[in-house]
């Protein structure tokens, strides 16, 4: 393989992890500022996939962003609401979501299991005709670029909105439920509104994800958001390896980070020849070393003192 594959592998993998990254922002506000694991991000991605592919392929591809950004809404409404005001265990919550909206997606392809989109005009299409058609150099300079600038664009957007959302009386609301419910329940705010606005939010961005996903892939399948919970979970744990503290802005820009670097991995992995059906569990095993690797540091001295290494390595110097 020469030189030119390899940017043009390394290119894929930097748009297919900043694509990615934004269902990771959506676990970012979800797991770690409201403490709440959504299980429902699976069925909520493909929702947001299936909605912005249907109406891309009905000719309304600038639609199809807040179409699907709206199906992301409403998914996390419905889980809000089965947490907060009937009573469901937040994980039940998710997973009871995420089954029913199965069904759903099957009924928004029209009872199809997958769509074609090659001949649909996506957002990835207008940016690309419109540089190869430009009399600017530069505009026709990144031509082979429109797909990395759409998703980096994106990936911006969503981080500026999310940090100034959080600092508004809002935001700071919902990070105050995340740290402490009864504190928030105290001063007069209602919990349950907060979880619920910030389970919209999320899953909004979620949606989005699917959608820039389908018109990436040009076709959706139903199972295009499978295992998404997983690499949003290990993206946000390798994240937070680089950047544990520092402002908003600072811990969303680890996020995509981790994003990108889990893209990378999955895209070493799949130069080795390994198998479709392992790439899951490659996923799995990176999720346990993220999550393990901060106590596997902390746990080093007392392997090392039970195995007689520091009695050796004190034992050399004298």
Not at 210 to 215: I, N, R
């Amino acid at each position: 393989m020469n030189f030119s594959a390899y940017l043009n592998l390394g290119q894929t993998a930097l748009e297919l992890g900043l694509i990615s990254s934004l269902t990771v922002l959506a676990l970012f506000l979800s797991y770690s500022m409201l403490n709440v694991c959504d299980l429902s991000t699976d069925g909520c991605f493909t929702l947001g996939a299936t909605v912005g592919a249907v109406i891309a392929i009905s000719g309304h591809p600038y639609l199809s962003i807040p179409g699907a950004m709206l199906a992301g809404v409403i998914s996390g409404f419905v889980t809000a609401i089965l947490q907060t005001r009937m009573g469901v265990n937040s994980l039940l919550a998710g997973i009871i979501v995420n089954t029913g909206l199965y069904s759903v997606n099957i009924a928004v392809m029209g009872n199809s299991s997958v769509l074609n989109m090659n001949k649909t005009v996506t957002v990835f299409t207008l940016l690309q005709k419109l540089c190869k058609g430009s009399d600017i150099p530069f505009l026709a300079a990144l031509a082979p670029y429109y797909k990395l600038i759409i998703a980096a664009v994106a990936v911006i957007l969503v981080i500026v909105m999310l940090s100034l959302f959080l600092r508004t009386r809002l935001g700071l609301a919902i990070r105050a439920t995340g740290d402490n419910p009864d504190m928030v329940r105290s001063s007069s705010i209602d919990p349950a509104f907060t979880t619920t606005v910030g389970l919209c939010v999320a899953n909004a961005f979620t949606g989005l994800s699917g959608c820039l996903l389908a018109q990436y892939n040009k076709s959706v399948n139903i199972d295009i958001g499978s295992g998404m919970v997983t690499v949003a979970l290990a993206s946000l744990l390798i994240g937070g390896v680089f950047i544990r503290k520092g402002g908003i802005p600072l811990r969303a820009f680890s996020v995509v980070l981790g994003a990108i670097i889990f893209r990378v991995v999955y895209t070493v992995a799949l130069q080795l020849n390994m198998q479709a059906y392992m790439l899951k569990a490659v996923s799995s095993v990176i999720v346990v070393f993220a999550i393990s690797g901060p106590y596997l540091r902390e746990q080093l001295p007392t392997l090392f003192r039970r195995f007689g290494l520091v009695r050796l390595k004190t034992g050399g110097k004298h």
